[in-house]
């Protein structure tokens, strides 16, 4: 609706609408890569239609025999454990190599050139499955846990000395000075100027990636590296839906507790002991007089 | 002035919890390294005796990269991997609304949606596979469907993240003016996090080809029936041959990826 008081001024025109090319392009190269993959695919459609009931079913005859017998849990239990514990010990693991690795990756220590072709090994092992890792380590090392252990090392690797030289690039040279400053040796610099600074993220960082390679070891199983995705493997393979059913439910509860405690403890990690100004925790006023009285003097 | 010597502060004593989590992850570490049966003279061991993985590795059939049957199977992963996760983007816009206070008032679904979300992503993406595998049947519909759950989790995860941290101006403003709750969602709330999402769905695509290479192992499509069939009768140098070649894809996905996403945020 044209105003009538306005009628003198032609039409007031709109800015023309921004046109972002790079957008454009970038969503017609999905929508063609979508319809050709929708097109092409190698499936019947109509199979969609029957998966929920499908699945149904299948929950039906998973959760038949519901508490299952103790002895079945005990084990479904324990092989979890086996699960926890590789993907423990392979963080660590990964954590330990990290730290040397990390040293070469870091532009501020080594040349450009060494930096770079560490960084490329990184890359490359953070680009590998765990599984596929695995499936290698399995013929080297037999049907044990000390395959995943090893897989979980050697994937979490490249992802630890990424972030471990990341934090290594980025320390304050504050601390560092300051600790030079009081003729601190190299190893009490190292103490009291870098660890301090470093030790949170990478203590919380630690323990994320312990909680990404559950997941990761839950499943190794399947290629006979050890843990609770064995027994699913296994069900799977003799239409054990029972079994399957339990090997879910153990793996979902397990996850989630770790998943808890894991991030509980980040969290009061990250946030640190939360100090009341002025209270007694203060370290303000945690100095002898002589400091305060120090601290009074107008600075200049 | 006095002489008096100038006192030191006293030492900041270690925390409680900090003693807790050193203690803690000690007896952990001894406790899982006893359970694995972990020894690194064992490894050693291992590594000495004759390694048909290595050998394979010094023999590698670079035309396995190239074979038809590859190809084939390729194209599959990769198709998954764009089904999958397309699917799953489209749907967890509207889910990571419904889970967060901007999007949905309510309480007591918001936490339900949460916990079911919490649920799907403690799932391994390779264990679904595995269930589709055993409801659906054998095929890249399995894959498919177990990429469209993980995908769901990760994404619905991440953009609630998001959406907990918009800025509240402009829903004020679309509240001032008028707007239905639903047009306020779209015009205050979703441009917000529109770069932030598109670029999630990018991470997330780069997630789902690196997990559609494994998910055949469990029979649901793709290279990694090539990789079981491979491994089952001990081909090591073809195996080789296709893990290089599926290096190489996923370089050049992340290359591209990581330049839009770049551009985008």
């Known amino acids: 609706m044209s105003s009538p008081t306005n009628s003198a001024s032609a039409r007031i025109q709109l800015p023309s609408k921004p046109r972002d090319t790079f957008k454009l392009v970038l969503s017609t190269v999905f929508v063609v890569l979508i319809g050709w993959s929708l097109v092409s695919v190698d499936l019947k459609w109509s199979r969609l239609l029957d998966a929920p009931a499908d699945m149904w079913n299948l929950f039906g005859v998973m959760f038949d025999e519901f508490p299952w017998t103790s002895e079945e849990r005990t084990r479904m239990i324990g092989l979890m454990w086996d699960s926890i514990a590789m993907a423990w010990i392979g963080t660590i693991i990964a954590a330990v190599f990290a730290v040397p690795l990390s040293f070469l990756a870091a532009e501020n220590l080594v040349g450009r050139p060494i930096a770079w072709v560490t960084r490329q090994v990184f890359n490359i092992l953070r680009a590998v499955p765990e599984v596929i890792l695995a499936l290698l380590f399995v013929p080297v090392f037999g049907l044990s846990p000390m395959a995943g252990v090893l897989a979980i090392g050697v994937g979490s690797l490249g992802s630890l000395g990424k972030l471990f030289y990341e934090i290594i690039e980025n320390v304050q040279k504050g601390p560092i000075e300051a600790a030079d400053a009081v003729g601190a040796s190299s190893v009490q610099r190292l103490r009291w100027g870098v660890v301090p600074q470093v030790a949170p993220e990478l203590t919380s960082f630690l323990l994320y990636r312990f909680e990404i390679n559950i997941r990761a070891s839950a499943v190794l199983g399947i290629v006979g590296a050890g843990g609770i995705g064995g027994a699913l493997v296994d069900a799977i393979r003799f239409q054990e839906y029972d079994q399957a059913g339990l090997a879910l439910v153990v793996v979902i509860l397990g996850t989630i507790a770790v998943d808890t405690v894991s991030g509980a403890i980040r969290k009061r990690i990250v946030a640190g002991r939360a100090v009341e100004v002025g209270g007694p925790d203060d370290p303000m006023l945690a100095v002898s007089p002589g400091a305060a009285l120090l601290a009074q003097e107008p600075s200049r | ?265």
């Open chain 2, 1 to 265: 002035m006095s002489d008096e010597r100038l006192q030191l502060p006293p030492k900041p004593k270690p925390s409680l919890f900090a003693i807790g989590v050193w203690v803690l992850v000690v007896v952990f570490t001894v406790i899982t390294a006893r359970r694995v049966g972990f020894s690194f003279s064992g490894i050693i061991e291992d590594l000495q005796r004759p390694n048909p993985v290595l050998d394979g590795l010094w023999n590698i059939r670079w035309g396995e990269m190239f074979s038809e049957r590859s190809r084939k199977a390729f194209v599959e992963t990769l198709q998954m991997a764009v089904l999958g996760t397309t699917g799953g983007v489209i749907v967890s816009l509207p889910l990571a609304l419904w889970s967060t206070e901007v999007g949905n008032p309510y309480v007591v679904p918001r936490v339900i949606l949460r916990s079911i979300n919490n649920v799907i992503r403690s799932i391994p993406d390779l264990l679904w596979a595995g269930l589709f595998v055993l409801g659906v049947g054998i095929g890249a519909l399995s894959g498919l469907l177990a990429l469209f759950f993980f995908s769901l989790a990760v994404m619905t995860k991440l953009t609630a993240d998001t959406l907990d941290g918009i800025d509240m101006g402009p829903i004020e403003a679309a509240d001032a003016a008028g707007a239905s709750h639903s047009q306020m969602l779209r015009t205050a709330v979703v441009p917000q996090i529109l770069p932030a999402f598109s670029s999630y769905a990018l991470y997330d695509f780069e997630l789902n080809l690196r997990a559609s290479a494994v998910l055949g192992l469990v029979g649901a499509g793709g290279i990694g029936n090539r990789l079981d069939f491979f491994r089952n009768r001990g081909q090591w140098d073809k195996l080789w041959g296709l893990v290089f070649m599926f290096f190489l894809v996923v370089f050049i996905v992340e290359w591209v990826s990581v330049r839009i996403r770049r551009r985008l945020v």
